[in-house]
């Protein structure tokens, strides 16, 4: 399965739809790719589509989804939607531990406005 990371941005936030293979090499690379683009953009705000990613290969991915994400944006927040069936909140608790601002949910209109609440 490939890869998909796209961008869209408004006023207030960085847009991201990813898909794909939810691997620990797989996330890494999409968490900088939309660092990368978050910071070319001047956005702190993140919203991530995730509906379109596959299961997590192991549970030891959503760990290191979670440092990932604590490591990677500390200074932001960061809300990312999945289908509810996949959310066990594993990868928030452990961002969330580590400093992380973030919130894993299934609309992203509860991303979007715990966002910018």
């Known amino acids: 399965m490939s890869l ?3 961008f869209k941005n ?3 936030y960085l847009f991201s739809k990813i898909g794909g293979e939810w691997t620990k ?4 690379k999409m968490l900088d790719e939309i660092k990368i683009e978050a910071d070319k953009k001047g956005f702190k ?3 991530i589509n995730a509906i379109d990613l596959s299961l997590p ?3 030891m991915t959503r760990y290191f989804t979670g440092e990932k994400i604590a490591s990677t944006f500390l200074s932001y ?3 990312i939607c999945m289908r509810t ?3 066990n909140k594993f990868a928030e608790n452990v961002a969330v ?4 601002t973030m919130l894993v949910c299934d609309t992203e209109k509860e991303g979007i406005d715990w966002l910018l609440s």
């Open 4 to 6: 998909l990371i796209e």
């Open 57 to 59: 290969d192991n549970e």
């Open 10 to 12: 408004n006023e207030r």
């Open 45 to 47: 705000l993140i919203l």
């Open 77 to 79: 927040k960061i809300a």
């Open 85 to 87: 069936e996949r959310i």
């Open 25 to 28: 090499e797989n996330t890494y």
């Open 97 to 100: 531990n580590r400093g992380a």
